[in-house]
């Protein structure tokens, strides 16, 4: 303790009974197993759960009594995913950081964690969540969407209140300290003595943690296999197993030790000889050199976990051959097997294939094995783990940067009441307000998201003042806009323009439109529809919309792409438009747009004030209609023409009270 200390190292104190209950409990037997695919072995206990609590509260009471309000924190691993929210209430102003080590599961996996919410809440309190890779990046991802209803795109997660990007950072070794080991003399002093020991059989190597992801007995019930088929190699090779000792007071490892002690002396009892022991047992840590003289002088690292997040063995085995020679056996699920292509992959339940592996390895010719190295080495060299890190850091800070440009355009207090004594003082009003998700956030059916009492009361107070006007211009068929808000004393335009009407007026529309291309392109929709399970189709009068926001995430915007691509050809002799939106893909005449519809308002009168509200890109022509002075707002993230941002459809409501009621005084 005193040592780390005097690292400038600060502790943070446990009770015994947190250790158990968060370290041996919560970390060891829920999370560790469930995000390794073991749900089987997953335990769900309330007071695990506290315990991981409390402890990533005890951590973040250390850490914020000493970070600076400026600070970059790097949070490391599943241990701590509560920390990077309970740090960003504490330190707002801190960048932070989080690097998960193990695979971050399926979303069919996650979502048995009965904390779900709480751990994705909790992660995203990061600026920068990172990953090994990016199966594992889309899956955090894909139940961000799919648990919490954020917007996803791009690696970038829109929530309530902040955008946070996730990435994958596929972790590197100290390539320099693994590629000069042989010129270590006591490296080489520790290749000796095992030389000595092991004669002159060829050498399998197997470096592992006793842990049932990495799948000890599998391997070596493949070894065996191996040995059964292959005759010719008794006596010629050992397989050495290091295996380190760990968790050892968590019952599934307790148990895996007697199954791995037993099949080795199983494996050695039926094909030993005297003076040839196929398996050499050490159940122990070995110190650095050592390991490294066993790294150098394997011919065939066996490395077969059923689930690792990375796996850096299989990328120190590689940095060690200098001389290129030696094969690498890597299991397709380790996260290590998507950077080393050139190893032998396998399935890692496939002893079959193991065992052929292992013959494959043992008679590659050596010029390949060198060709297969060198690339591999390559790509270890340029991405070491300096480079990972450096990496991780810039992404931070570039994240940081793009959260601060699209706070800069965020409505200050300051602003808003400037916003509101604009409106007292106005004697001509005009509101123009987008419907979803400006005044309402997204529902997964549009039909849902049908007008509350509160806001058809907020609305209405709007329009019984004399001295201001509102419209609401919507994406939307004008039977529902008349059904929601035909009570109320306002303007509506319908289907992005389509359809427009006065206050007090009935509908018209102002194009000369036709639908007969509907019967062309609804087919089209329907075979889209068919194969993306969860899609829909709405037809509105001059518009067909597909939405795909029920659909499985990745699935929905694979197959907007294919959608887009395959009507731009039939679209152009249409005379139609083909716009995505927010999880939809629309089609509609070209020359609608909301912006036309809303100059019919604007350009009709000596506007003292106007205000426009809107989410998505159909109402970016509502804002670059309106004079450089009006007041635009964007409601949520992203680019926009639009002077200012609002995060979300609450703050816009907010606003919204704001105006009526100060305004409601003066009346
Ligand atoms: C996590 C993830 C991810 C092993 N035996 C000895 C020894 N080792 C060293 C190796 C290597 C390290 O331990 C093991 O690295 P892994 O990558 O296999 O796994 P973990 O560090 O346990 O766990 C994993 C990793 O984080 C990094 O993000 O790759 O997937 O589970 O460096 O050399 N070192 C010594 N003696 C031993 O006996 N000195």
């Known amino acids: 303790?005193?040592?780390?200390?005097?690292?400038?190292?600060?502790?943070?104190?446990?009770?015994?009974?947190?250790?158990?209950?968060?370290?041996?409990?919560?970390?060891?037997?829920?999370?560790?197993?469930?995000?390794?695919?073991?749900?089987?072995?997953?335990?769900?206990?309330?007071?695990?759960?506290?315990?991981?609590?409390?402890?990533?509260?005890?951590?973040a009471n250390v850490v914020s009594g000493i970070a600076k309000p400026n600070d970059i924190i790097w949070i490391h691993d599943y241990h701590l995913m509560l920390l990077p929210r309970l740090l960003r209430e504490r330190v707002p102003k801190a960048t932070v950081g989080f690097f998960l080590h193990i695979p971050f599961p399926s979303f069919e996996i996650f979502r048995l964690l009965p904390?779900?919410?709480?751990?994705?809440?909790?992660?995203?309190?990061?600026?920068?969540?990172?990953?090994?890779?990016?199966?594992?990046?889309?899956?955090?991802?894909?139940?961000?969407?799919?648990?919490?209803?954020?917007?996803?795109?791009?690696?970038?997660?829109?929530?309530?209140?902040?955008?946070?990007?996730?990435?994958?950072?596929?972790?590197?070794?100290?390539?320099?300290?693994?590629?000069?080991?042989?010129?270590?003399?006591?490296?080489?002093?520790?290749?000796?003595?095992?030389?000595?020991?092991?004669?002159?059989?060829?050498?399998?190597?197997?470096?592992?943690?006793?842990?049932?992801?990495?799948?000890?007995?599998?391997?070596?019930?493949?070894?065996?296999?191996?040995?059964?088929?292959?005759?010719?190699?008794?006596?010629?090779?050992?397989?050495?197993?290091?295996?380190?000792?760990?968790?050892?007071?968590?019952?599934?490892?307790?148990?895996?030790?007697?199954?791995?002690?037993?099949?080795?002396?199983?494996?050695?009892?039926?094909?030993?000889?005297?003076?040839?022991?196929?398996?050499?047992?050490?159940?122990?840590?070995?110190?650095?050199?050592?390991?490294?003289?066993?790294?150098?002088?394997?011919?065939?690292?066996?490395?077969?976990?059923l689930r690792d997040g990375m796996n850096l063995v299989a990328k120190e085995y590689t940095a060690t051959k200098v001389d290129g020679k030696g094969v690498l056996i890597l299991s397709e699920t380790a996260g290590a097997a998507q950077e080393l292509g050139e190893a032998i992959i396998i399935n890692a339940n496939n002893q079959d294939e193991i065992a052929q592996a292992l013959v494959k390895a043992l008679e590659i010719p050596e010029q390949e094995q060198i060709e297969r190295n060198r690339v591999m080495q390559e790509r270890l060299r340029r991405y070491d783990v300096v480079q990972w890190a450096n990496e991780f850091i810039d992404k931070l800070f570039s994240t940081k940067k793009l959260q601060l440009k699209t706070k800069e355009k965020g409505l200050t207090y300051e602003m808003q009441k400037k916003l509101a004594s604009d409106f007292r003082d106005s004697d001509k009003a005009l509101l123009l307000l987008d419907y979803d998700g400006t005044l309402v956030p997204f529902s997964s059916k549009p039909e849902e998201a049908m007008p509350g009492s509160r806001l058809l009361r907020l609305l209405e107070k709007f329009t019984k003042n004399p001295r201001t006007e509102v419209v609401l211009i919507s994406g939307r068929d004008r039977d529902t806009l008349e059904r929601w808000f035909g009570g109320l004393d306002l303007g509506l335009v319908a289907e992005h323009g389509v359809w427009i009407k006065e206050k007090g007026g009935g509908w018209e529309?102002?194009?000369?439109?036709?639908?007969?291309?509907?019967?062309?392109?609804?087919?089209?929709?329907?075979?889209?529809?068919?194969?993306?399970?969860?899609?829909?189709?709405?037809?509105?009068?001059?518009?067909?919309?597909?939405?795909?926001?029920?659909?499985?995430?990745?699935?929905?915007?694979?197959?907007?792409?294919?959608?887009?691509?395959?009507?731009?050809?039939?679209?152009?002799?249409?005379?139609l438009q083909v716009l995505e939106g927010n999880k939809v893909v629309e089609l509609k005449n070209t020359d609608i747009n909301k912006g036309r519809a809303a100059l019919k308002w604007i350009s009709r009168d000596e506007w003292d004030f106007i205000l426009a509200l809107g989410d998505d890109w159909t109402d970016e022509d509502t804002f670059k209609a309106l004079s450089p002075t009006a007041w635009s707002i964007k409601v949520g993230f992203g680019a926009s023409a639009a002077r200012f941002r609002l995060s979300s459809p609450g703050k816009a409501i907010e606003l919204l009270r704001k105006l009526v009621g100060g305004r409601q005084k003066l009346v």
């Open 1 to 59: 303790m005193t040592r780390l200390v005097a690292e400038n190292c600060h502790p943070v104190p446990l009770s015994q009974p947190d250790v158990e209950a968060y370290y041996y409990g919560m970390c060891n037997r829920t999370i560790w197993p469930l995000f390794h695919y073991f749900p089987i072995y997953a335990e769900y206990s309330e007071s695990f759960w506290q315990a991981y609590e409390r402890v990533n509260v005890a951590f």
């Open 115 to 305: 904390w779900r919410q709480q751990i994705l809440e909790g992660l995203l309190g990061a600026d920068l969540v990172g990953f090994h890779n990016y199966d594992y990046t889309g899956h955090f991802l894909d139940s961000a969407h799919r648990l919490l209803g954020y917007e996803v795109a791009m690696g970038q997660v829109t929530t309530a209140d902040r955008l946070v990007k996730a990435d994958a950072f596929p972790m590197g070794i100290n390539y320099n300290q693994f590629s000069n080991v042989d010129q270590d003399p006591q490296v080489q002093a520790e290749r000796k003595r095992f030389r000595r020991k092991l004669g002159d059989c060829r050498v399998i190597l197997s470096v592992d943690r006793l842990d049932y992801t990495k799948g000890i007995p599998q391997r070596l019930e493949a070894f065996s296999l191996f040995l059964d088929r292959n005759p010719k190699f008794k006596r010629k090779v050992i397989l050495v197993l290091l295996v380190v000792p760990s968790r050892v007071r968590v019952e599934h490892y307790i148990q895996l030790k007697k199954q791995v002690d037993g099949l080795v002396g199983e494996i050695n009892g039926k094909y030993g000889t005297i003076g040839w022991m196929p398996v050499w047992y050490l159940y122990r840590s070995l110190p650095f050199h050592p390991l490294a003289a066993l790294y150098s002088l394997a011919d065939v690292a066996l490395v077969t976990p």
């Open 509 to 575: 529309t102002i194009e000369t439109l036709t639908s007969d291309w509907k019967e062309e392109v609804h087919p089209i929709l329907e075979s889209w529809v068919d194969r993306t399970p969860g899609s829909f189709i709405e037809e509105k009068e001059f518009s067909l919309v597909w939405h795909y926001r029920k659909a499985n995430p990745r699935l929905g915007e694979l197959r907007a792409r294919e959608l887009m691509n395959n009507l731009s050809d039939i679209t152009a002799n249409l005379n």
